[in-house]
């Protein structure tokens, strides 16, 4: 199993937008940063991906803002894998201040997994399943 990630971040100035929080798109770059980073720490970094010519395409993202983030704040965003299906994953995001228990943002992504020279969805390996297990007992409550 997985299991849950935690990805660490340090908010700079060059990611507050003109209200002086951090932009929308910028929390979209994490929850991108987050699910790439707990892939590359089971094994599975962009390289791997680009070796086997299949990886992963994102096919929506829903986002919920809770509360603002502001230079330098630290956070941290929680990821796992929420669900794993032929050809299709569900990832869920939770972001918070260190040391804080009230989340700011909570998102999911759904995935596609593509061949990458034809864009064409193909089926997870078996292998990949295996280590991308998801945790459906943090399912409950979010969302």
Same mark, same amino acid.
């Given at each position: 199993?997985a ?9 700079v ?5 003109e ?5 929308? $798109? @910028?929390?979209?770059? *994490?929850?991108? #940063?987050?699910?790439?980073?707990? /892939? ?5 970094s962009p ?5 086997l ?6 096919r929506?993202?829903?986002i919920?803002?809770l ?5 330098g704040?630290? $956070? @941290?965003?929680?990821t *796992?894998?929420? #669900?794993?299906?032929?050809?299709? /994953?569900?990832r869920k ?6 040391g804080?228990?009230v989340?700011?943002l909570?998102?999911e ?6 061949i ?18 998801p ?9």
């Amino acid at each position: 199993m997985a299991g849950v990630f935690e990805y660490e971040l340090q908010v700079v100035p060059a990611d507050l937008d003109e209200l002086g929080h951090v932009n929308n $798109l @910028v929390y979209v770059k *994490w929850l991108l #940063e987050a699910a790439v980073a707990h /892939s590359t720490a089971l094994g599975w970094s962009p390289d791997a991906y680009r070796a086997l010519g299949r990886g992963w395409v994102v096919r929506s993202h829903f986002i919920e803002y809770l509360g603002p983030a502001f230079a330098g704040d630290r $956070l @941290v965003m929680r990821t *796992w894998v929420s #669900e794993m299906k032929r050809v299709t /994953s569900g990832r869920k995001y939770e972001l918070y201040r260190s040391g804080e228990s009230v989340p700011l943002l909570r998102g999911e992504t759904q995935w596609a997994f593509v061949i990458f020279a034809t864009h064409q969805i193909t089926r997870v390996p078996a292998e990949m399943v295996a280590v991308f297990a998801p945790r459906m007992d943090m399912n409950e409550g979010v969302f």
